[in-house]
Each structure stands twice: as structure tokens, then as C-alpha cells.
């Protein structure tokens, strides 16, 4: 093959790598397109989401006690526990004293490094679980991060009273050991766990935030005042007062 069509060659095929690019990309922003106009259609028919005033009480603190595994990592983790569970999750700093844990907010999970200690202790009674970096480290960055944010997702599911699931091959599972954790696909807990989170954890005072539409809320009667032109209109729409009467025919006949 003489040069001149190797480089014809070369040319044809970055042009179909950039038209399938162009071709990707075009999809991808058509997807992108249609969810924002769906988004858009869905606030002008309920007026958007909202989190009803007082219902997210109490907070479950994660509290780093440690230098090996990124604090990036354990933040990641704490959104998606706050997302996930609607609870108020947070994370602090501080040091874990295993004779006399110091839990902060209403439940804490200690992230320790200690090579005393097991991977996962919980002790959901007094109020606290503990997640040891120690036994999970790996050669490998990422399969340390996933490895602790799994155990994570294991220690947020026992804390708030569910550990099995009738999903197979989801957390939290079976785990005899660190390597255990890296046959699951992510630190994601399953939905049959989560919803057993909210009932549990009023006992410890912690209950998660009602979100609803603005439809909805106006409805219930909890509603605040609108904030923009589309929940006005829902606002008067459900206190319109009709113009005439309601009138009720009495039937001597049937009796009603």
C-alpha cells in the first residue's frame, strides 16, 4: 500500500470516528433536551418539588476519625446517604474512643484506622457503628475507595435498621472478608433495605423530609406562599371559590 492511500485510509476513518462522535453527541443532547423539556412541562403542571417545613428531624453524622481514606470519598458517600434516605447526614471531624464513643447528632458512623479492630462493628442500641479503613485497604486506589464506600453503605443500612435484601447480589451482603466487598458492582443500597430506614430511626429521632409538589402541598393545606407565576396560579386555583351554590335534589319519592 503506497502512502498516499494510507493517508486516504486514515482520512476516512477519522471522519467516521468524528461523525460518530457527531452522531453521539447529537443523541446525547437530543436526551438532554427532552428531559429539560419534560422538567419544565412537569413544573408548569405541579409548580416543582418541595420539602414540607419541620419533617427532617434529627442527623446522622459520619465522623472521620482518620487520614488513610480521602475525605472526598467519605463525602461522596454522605450525599448519597442524605439523597437516598432523605435524612439529614452530615459529616465532622473527630476522634473515636472505643470504651466510650462520643456520638455526635443523633447516630454517628466512625471511620477509624485501627488494626485492632474489625472491618464493621455496629452497636446500633447505643446509637453508633464504626467502619475500620484498616482491613480494607488495597494495593489498588480505586478498589480502596470502592471498598470503603461499600462498607459505608453496610454500616448506614444496619444503623438504620435493615441489613438484608431480597435483591441478590446487592448490598448489604455476606462479606467474610476485604475482598468480599469487590465482587458488588457499587456502594448502592437497595430499595427494599432503604425503606425500612425511615420507620426504625424515629425511634432515634431522626425522620426524613416530606418532599411533594407544590400541587400536592396546596392541597394537603401546608403550602407556603408562591414564589413564582406558576404556583400562584396552582395556589388560586385551589382556593377558588365557586360562583354559585351547590344544590343538593331531595327525591321525596326514594326518600333521598
Not at 14 to 29: H, R
Not at 62 to 72: F, L, M, N, R
Not at 115 to 137: G, H, I, S, T
Request: glycine letters at 6%; hydrophobic letters at 40%; aromatic letters at 8%.
Amino acid at each position: 500500500m503506497n502512502k498516499s492511500m494510507l493517508a486516504a485510509l486514515f482520512a476516512a476513518c477519522a471522519l467516521s470516528c468524528i461523525g460518530a462522535d457527531a452522531e453521539n453527541g447529537a443523541k446525547d443532547g437530543g436526551a438532554a433536551a427532552a428531559k429539560a423539556d419534560r422538567d419544565e412541562r412537569m413544573i408548569k403542571v405541579t409548580g416543582g418539588r418541595i420539602t414540607k417545613p419541620g419533617t427532617q428531624r434529627g442527623e446522622i453524622t459520619c465522623v472521620d476519625c482518620q487520614k488513610s481514606a480521602e475525605t472526598a470519598w467519605l463525602e461522596e458517600s454522605v450525599a448519597y446517604f442524605a439523597k437516598c434516605s432523605r435524612f439529614k447526614v452530615t459529616l465532622a471531624e473527630g476522634a473515636f474512643d472505643i470504651q466510650k464513643p462520643q456520638v455526635k447528632g443523633s447516630l454517628s458512623i466512625f471511620v477509624v484506622d485501627d488494626a485492632n479492630l474489625p472491618a464493621l462493628l455496629a452497636a446500633p442500641d447505643d446509637r453508633w457503628a464504626l467502619v475500620n479503613v484498616a482491613r480494607l485497604r488495597s494495593d489498588k486506589e480505586p478498589f480502596f475507595k470502592a471498598r470503603v464506600q461499600k462498607e459505608l453503605s453496610r454500616a448506614f443500612s444496619i444503623l438504620c435498621g435493615a441489613f438484608t435484601s431480597t435483591f441478590p447480589q446487592s448490598l448489604p451482603g455476606a462479606i467474610t472478608r476485604a475482598e468480599d466487598l469487590d465482587a458488588y458492582v457499587d456502594p448502592s443500597i437497595p430499595m427494599d433495605v432503604i425503606s425500612h430506614f425511615a420507620k426504625y430511626a424515629k425511634a432515634f429521632g431522626v425522620t426524613p423530609a416530606v418532599v411533594t409538589t407544590y400541587r400536592n402541598a396546596c392541597k394537603q393545606g401546608w403550602a407556603p406562599a408562591p414564589t413564582n407565576d406558576v404556583q400562584k396560579a396552582i395556589w388560586d386555583e385551589m382556593r377558588q371559590i365557586p360562583t354559585k351554590p351547590i344544590k343538593i335534589e331531595f327525591d321525596k319519592a326514594k326518600g333521598r
